[in-house]
């Protein structure tokens, strides 16, 4: 069965570093999205990506974060400079289609972000 | 926007007993409901999704949920419990802009 899938599992990283989390969505899936679950919080979208273009972000998808599909299969969040609250799971999502139906978001297994 | 409230962050269940776990949404629009599963140190797992077709959805593991739009309710049952089913839910609506908008959690704890 296909399914999404995240590297690194686990990240540490100093605080003002750059971190590159890197997702490959199912293969024939069109939207993407980013997601992250602070420890103890609720899950919390980030972002969604269609067309090799962000379709919708949220208040915390700020300018020290980025997106991109570098090629037919990768999907990665960058983060520039890394902060203490930025220490969370990231979750990595896809979904065929949208449009006309409650199409399932099939979701990776997470980065587990740790800043120091 | 959409959104939805888990009502209790934690329940407790001893094993075989009926779990129940509740979910209240607010739409402007007919919503499509999703629960989904986490099991300590993974990732998400969908249990079942309402899309209109039917007020009772069943899912996995025995998991079934009932939509009623009288009670803006979507809640998660199982009639008996299982050492297993111990996780973290997450009810969750379909945005307008089509993302997914997460309740807060109920983490469910089954005793032997």
């Not at chain 1, 980013?34 to 919080?41: A, F, P, S, T, V």
């Not at chain 1, 919708?56 to 960058?78: A, C, H, M, Y």
């Amino acid at each position: 069965e296909p399914e999404v899938t995240q590297t690194p599992s686990h990240q540490v990283t100093q605080m003002g570093q750059e971190v590159i989390l890197r997702c490959v969505p199912i293969s024939n899936h069109l939207y993407f999205y980013w997601y992250r679950q602070i420890l103890g919080q609720k899950v919390e979208f980030l972002v969604s990506f269609y067309n090799n273009e962000i379709s919708e972000k949220s208040e915390i998808f700020d300018d020290q974060f980025s997106v991109e599909r570098p090629d037919g299969s990768n999907f990665t969040l960058k983060i520039r400079s890394t902060k203490l609250e930025d220490s969370a799971m990231y979750f990595c999502a896809s979904t065929l289609r949208t449009s006309g139906g409650a199409d399932e978001q099939f979701f990776g297994p997470g980065t587990r972000l740790t800043v120091l | 926007a959409q959104s939805v409230t888990q009502l209790g962050s934690h329940v407790s269940v001893s094993e075989g007993a009926l779990v129940l776990l509740r979910c209240n949404y607010s739409s402007s629009v007919p919503p499509y409901l999703f629960w989904y599963v986490q099991y300590p140190n993974q990732g998400l797992q969908l249990l079942l999704k309402y899309t209109s077709a039917a007020t009772l959805v069943k899912g996995i593991n025995g998991f079934e949920a009932e939509f009623k739009k009288s009670e803006t309710s979507f809640h998660l049952t199982k009639p008996s419990a299982h050492m297993s089913d111990a996780a973290e839910y997450f009810c969750a609506v379909r945005n307008i802009n089509n993302d997914m908008r997460f309740g807060a959690g109920t983490r469910l704890t089954v005793k032997p």
